[in-house]
């Protein structure tokens, strides 16, 4: 598995198309920190790809990096894992505020095999994708 530190978070490349994503703990993410992840992505995945959020850190979103987060044209599905009441509840408000960009999104208990369950229905949602391409 590759392993990358990006200034506020870890990306584990689980496989070809899909990365893990851990915010570390305590982050406010900017503008600049957005920009850099999705710059990140661009040049990690040429093709379609999915991301997996594991949230077991507490972190928060600028209003700007909130509206433009996880914008990469090619980001097929976001499964994210959860693992209290607060996590799940910032996870709505940004789809909230994300509906008309259509994000493919499943949130997935952390408590009860959440990451598991969340990276087989990535791998589903990968290869739903590329029958319907």
């Known amino acids: 598995m590759q ?47 999915a991301l997996l959020i594991n949230k077991i850190n507490q972190y928060d979103f600028s209003f700007e990096a909130k509206v433009s987060v996880a914008s990469h044209q090619n980001l097929a599905a976001i499964a994210v894992v959860t693992y209290d009441n607060e996590s799940k509840a910032s996870v709505g408000k940004i789809g909230a505020i994300r509906q008309r960009d259509g994000w493919n999104l499943k949130v997935f208990d952390g408590l009860n095999l959440g990451w598991q369950e969340g990276l087989d229905w990535l791998h589903g949602e990968l290869s739903n994708e590329a029958l319907n391409s």
């Open 3 to 49: 392993k990358y530190q990006l200034s506020f978070a870890k990306i584990n490349v689980l496989t070809e198309h899909i990365a893990e994503v851990i915010v570390s703990q305590d982050v406010v993410i900017s503008l600049e920190m957005s920009e850099e992840y999705d710059d990140f992505l661009t040049k990690l995945f040429s093709s379609n790809f």
